[in-house]
């Protein structure tokens, strides 16, 4: 669906769209090209960011480059405290300015605050915007007490019966939601990420000089195997567990291991036993924006964490070709073009996840099937243009329903800038 009787180019939708904040990962690539992608489509989005941790990195970069100027709430952060009172009033002042049509929020906190923030800007029912929320994974399980999490679930349920449509990534992250309690399936759909992955799409002699020029860069020998993880030094990522992975690798020659990202765990993980055991040919590469280059760089691409919600880092590698190992958690079987599960294991499956990673190392005619098979199912399945239609339809459906029944009152006031 293109068009609709309650838009013209005259007067677009207005969405507000609201995530905590523009740390380096997919929801991030989410939110910024959602903003830049559905503007054609009628659609004119004021997105509304909060603030990073200092070893987060950010994707100011990307809005920057597709023309985006976020709002900023600087008391929005990662964290619960006090400044949440002070978000969540700058957020009900943007709500009240921009009076959209469509709230979409991102992501456990902007959910949170988001949510919270229409309910108190629009009391009346009647008044309220259409409101969706995107689970881009979840932290119900495995990052907090028993207690705290069993309170955040319960927040989650409660926003949920007030939130017209829940998205969910994959349809595992919607199954461990349902199985949680968070909503019943029918009040989810499922929209899986799109990229533009058109950069990762080289082959022949540029791809060789990139590969070259960044392992020159890193100081990797030209004929050493690469086996990199891309991800935040966090423990839900368990980087740990890379380590004892690539610790096990350690014999395979000329074998080097990098890690793409940073994060609070940094120190304490180059200083592990298991670090001190991996010497030289372990490589901390800290954020980079080259990503495609890390990937052609790279012959096998390694996620181990204990919880996601799409692992982005596997879908660019596949698009580059790269063959891929993860830990079946979250959307990562849907991620991975494996129909053995040979590439896939449990994630405190180590001696597993590293034999996969060894097949791959040491047999080349695999090693490119498998990547052959990758790209097909990444170029396929996690297209922009995809998730723009997807997301496009999910909007007119709304709109056009009962939901959609909302005020026509002009926008007042910025687009772009900060609110606090």
């Not at 349902?178 to 950069?199: C, H, T, Y």
Request: charged residues 25%; aromatic residues 6%; hydrophobic residues 40%.
């Amino acid at each position: 669906m293109t068009s609709s009787g309650w838009r013209t180019a005259a007067d677009p939708v207005r969405v507000v769209r609201i995530i905590a904040r523009l740390n380096v990962g997919g929801p991030s690539i989410q939110a910024i090209t959602l903003t830049r992608e559905l503007g054609p489509h009628g659609y004119r989005t004021v997105l509304v960011r909060g603030r990073e941790e200092p070893d987060e990195g950010d994707m100011d970069y990307l809005a920057e480059e597709l023309g985006v100027r976020p709002v900023l709430v600087r008391w929005m952060r990662r964290n619960p405290g006090w400044r949440d009172g002070l978000a969540l009033a700058a957020l009900i002042r943007i709500l009240r300015r921009e009076r959209p049509q469509i709230v979409h929020t991102h992501a456990a906190k902007g959910g949170t605050l988001g949510r919270i923030a229409v309910l108190i800007a629009f009391p009346r029912k009647r008044a309220r915007p259409v409101l969706i929320h995107t689970f881009h994974g979840h932290s119900l399980t495995g990052y907090f007490s028993a207690r705290t999490a069993e309170v955040f679930r319960r927040i989650e349920r409660f926003l949920a019966r007030r939130t017209n449509r829940l998205i969910a990534v994959s349809d595992e992250v919607r199954d461990e939601l349902v199985a949680l309690g968070v909503a019943p399936a029918d009040r989810f759909s499922v929209v899986p990420l799109g990229f533009d992955l058109s950069a990762f799409v080289v082959n022949g002699a540029a791809r060789e000089r990139a590969r070259e020029a960044l392992r020159a860069e890193l100081g990797v020998p030209s004929d050493a195997r690469v086996v990199t993880l891309t991800a935040r030094l966090v423990p839900i990522k368990r980087v740990d567990r890379f380590l004892r992975i690539a610790a096990a690798l350690n014999e395979v020659p000329g074998v080097r291991f990098l890690i793409v990202g940073d994060g609070e765990l940094r120190d304490s993980l180059e200083r592990s036993a298991e670090a001190r055991v991996l010497a030289d040919r372990l490589i901390w590469a800290g954020f980079r924006r080259d990503m495609p280059t890390v990937y052609f760089a790279s012959d096998v691409v390694v996620q181990t964490s204990d919880n996601e919600g799409t692992p982005v880092s596997l879908i660019e590698a596949q698009a580059a070709g790269v063959p891929v190992v993860g830990t079946r958690v979250g959307g990562t079987e849907s991620v991975i073009a494996d129909s053995t599960g040979e590439f896939i294991a449990d994630r405190d499956d180590e001696g597993k996840l590293a034999a996969a990673t060894k097949s791959l190392l040491t047999d080349p005619s695999l090693a490119t099937k498998v990547g052959d098979a990758g790209r097909r199912h990444s170029l396929e399945h996690f297209s922009l243009s995809q998730l723009v239609e997807r997301v496009n339809d999910l909007y007119c459906e709304l709109l056009s329903g009962p939901e959609g029944s909302r005020r026509r009152a002009r926008p007042r006031g910025r687009t772009g800038g900060s609110d606090s």
